[in-house]
């Protein structure tokens, strides 16, 4: 399996959970990590804008990128989303068979099965790290 980190950024924390819930719920992808705090300069429209955004950094697998940037499009709010796709050239054996096993769709979707977000086994803080 050829595994793909693709990025994208959005506007509201909401907007961020949405995208990461539907990717891996329908198994577009294995793991949507969601970084706040994010400061963004960019120049859209002939002005240089500042906003705070959430960064997505999604794991998938190549066969699955058309997936993933149509569902990123259909949910995403800004009228020119970043989507950018990154090939890993190497992970750790066991990482990535994890990785595959979480995109086999004949496991089954949260539409099956109405998963529902699980809590943190540990909560996670400053004390943690």
Not at 10 to 34: D, F, K, P, S, Y
């Amino acid at each position: 399996m050829s595994a793909l980190v693709v990025i994208t950024t959005v506007g509201t924390e909401e907007q961020a959970n949405e995208i990461a819930r539907e990717l891996v719920c329908r198994r577009h992808a294995a793991c949507v990590n969601i970084v706040p705090g994010l400061k963004s300069v960019y120049r859209w429209q002939g002005k240089v804008c500042r906003d705070g955004e959430y960064l997505l950094i999604i794991k998938t697998g190549e066969d699955e990128y058309p997936q993933v940037e149509a569902k990123i499009r259909e949910l995403h709010s800004y009228e020119l989303p970043e989507i950018l796709a990154f090939r890993a050239e190497r992970g750790e054996p066991g990482f990535l068979a994890w990785l595959a096993g979480a995109l086999d769709k004949s496991q089954g979707t949260c539409a099956d099965a109405e998963d529902e977000l699980e809590e943190p086994l540990v909560p996670l803080d400053e004390t943690n790290y």
